[in-house]
């Protein structure tokens, strides 16, 4: 069993830095892409970003293009998202995620999210005043 644990929710002024981290343990040999999902409040989840095992080839959904960066530490198996200029609209539950293929993840249009193999517990993200 893979475990995904997350770590660096909180609150943060607008204008401000986060950072998540996502660490999976256990069995990861199946999963070959890790990345973070978020759900707003009152809407449904969306995809964030993603990162290949190799840590290559990643894909940034375009509403956190160039404030948000994914990287990944292959020692710790540690997946971090690195984000800047955080607005209110980034508020949000953020979960870490594994998937068998960065293919089903890394283009523009997402792969269903049954194909997740791996779910976090999710990091609650305000972006508040």
């Known amino acids: 069993q893979v475990q995904l644990v997350e770590d660096g929710g909180g609150l943060v002024q607008p204008g401000g830095s986060l950072r998540l981290s996502c660490t999976a343990s256990?069995?990861?040999?199946?999963?070959?892409?890790m990345g973070w999902f978020r759900q707003p409040p009152g809407k449904e989840r969306e995809r964030v970003a993603f990162?290949?095992?190799?840590?290559?080839?990643?894909y940034y959904e375009d509403s956190v293009a160039g404030r948000f960066t994914i990287s990944r530490n292959k020692d710790t198996n540690t997946v971090t998202l690195q984000m800047t200029h955080l607005q209110p609209e980034d508020t949000a539950v953020y979960t870490c995620?594994?998937?068998?293929?960065?293919?089903?993840?890394?283009?523009?249009?997402?792969?269903?999210?049954?194909?997740?193999?791996?779910w976090g517990q999710g990091q609650q993200v305000i972006v508040s005043s």
């Open positions: 256990g069995r990861t040999a199946s999963s070959n892409a």
């Open positions: 995620a594994a998937a068998f293929d960065f293919g089903l993840f890394g283009s523009p249009t997402p792969g269903p999210e049954w194909a997740i193999e791996y």
């Open positions: 990162i290949s095992w190799s840590g290559r080839s990643v």
